[in-house]
């Protein structure tokens, strides 16, 4: 039988490659897992009937020395990245029964690769959440206590590597929807710089935010998946090629910024304040140089991101009218059709809609969406600045550890669980959740580091050296 808790990507190839066993027989040893504790956790919204099928194409090509790094590694793919003649529903019922006509560019760049395909994970409706329980299909379960959630809006994915029903996934990532899951699961999740990932085939929540990143057990493995992934596609004109900067910084010669006013702010769980101090005091030991910086235009993040993404939200969730996309509602005349089905819409995602109008409508654009663009360029101008002083920029993940399902009812509570994370993605700059610990009970808690916009692989490097 073969450990799967031990697993990285790397000991995968090299076990592959010398015929230890087959990659069917590392498929079959996932399928069995995810036969076993799926149906507690809803991890997996589908398991793909040719995951068999997929295994012995990649055994054909080790067979043949034509093995590439990813060749035969089982992955676990997000609801809302679109593989080609397979169900695509962003966990919404408004997509139910839609299959993908073409494959994502990331999912093209994984299969050129021969990565196998396990499945398509849950999420949030439409990437629309923190926590899983937005999704159409029922939430996912944290892996370390199945009463809590997993995380979202990737929750299915992060459930996925945490509980080894997979060596790696694909998530996506608007305000932490990689980082978060990520935290709350004990994994590392890699949020790119904008554009630095195609987002073509990418179900669209927040154009401008959105981000696809791998989750994975190892920072090593998310910098394999992200380096297959990466590069600029001519179906997305805002991608962009990453200028390779990826010099190796020792821990002795790291300076990493820490926010205080903004991490020790009222909100933050006394555990995770601990745990992120006592994170820091082990760099500085190690012989990191802490240093506080001032980014004062952060207290409008979650204000500036909350008007941002519900505006590019609304704009491209208009689409789905009934017409070209998944189910059609009957109603007595064509207007009817369309509100019927609207209506298939969940709670979250209509609340998302509604507000992405409302600050997008005749006199308040300007006075909403107009001042939240402004905003934004001020967090930019911030963190621009605080770069030029230090080499990362370090804050908890969450202010919170994975809370309980339907503890957080109101959304507003929900929506605060957000504010270390959506900075990075209104400034679209590369972060990284490293596991740094657990609560006393035993809950997973992450530490998250930012870099400057294309210095993703520095901030790559130096989450190996210090993790």
Known sequence: MIALKTLTIQKVHNALVKGEYSALELAETYLAEIEKKNKELNAYLEVFADVREQAREADKKIKAGKAEILTGIPLAIKDNILIQARRASAASKILEGYVAPYDATAIKKLKKA??????RTNCDEF????????????????PYDTERVAGGSSGGSGAAVAANLALAALGSDTG???????????????????GVVSRNGLIAMGSSLDCIGPIAKTVEDAEIIFDCIRGKDSLDSTS?????????????????????????ADGINAEVLKNFNESLERLQTAGAKIV???????????????????????????????????????GSNGIND??????????????????GTYVLSAGYYDAYYGKALAARSLIRADFEKAF?????????????????????????????????TVTANIAGIPAISVPSGNTKSGLPLGLQI??????????????????
């Open 176 to 194: 932490g929807s990689v980082r978060q899951p990520a935290s709350f699961c004990g994994v590392v999740g890699f949020k790119p710089s904008y």
């Open 127 to 142: 990437a629309m959440g923190g926590s899983t329980e937005n999704s159409a299909y029922g939430v996912t379960k944290n």
């Open 388 to 420: 030029g002083k230090v080499d990362i920029i370090a804050v908890p993940t969450s202010p919170v550890p994975a809370w309980k399902i339907g503890e957080k009812e109101n959304p507003l509570s929900a929506y605060l669980a957000d504010i270390f």
């Open 338 to 355: 369309y509100f019927k089905t609207r209506a298939l819409f969940g709670k979250e995602v209509r609340r998302r809609i509604i507000l």
């Open 114 to 119: 021969g990565a196998i395909f396990l499945g």
């Open 450 to 467: 930012m870099a400057e916009a294309g210095s993703d692989g520095i901030l790559l490097n130096i989450c190996k050296s210090i993790s």
């Open 240 to 264: 962009v090629e990453l200028k390779v900067k990826s010099e190796k910084l020792k821990v002795e010669d790291l300076k990493i910024g820490i926010p205080r006013s903004f991490v020790e």
């Open 292 to 330: 506080d910086v001032e980014l004062p235009s952060l207290r409008y993040a979650l204000a500036c991101y909350y008007i941002i993404m519900p505006a590019e939200a609304s704009a491209n969730l208009a689409r789905f009218d009934g017409v070209k996309y998944g189910p059609r509602v009957s």
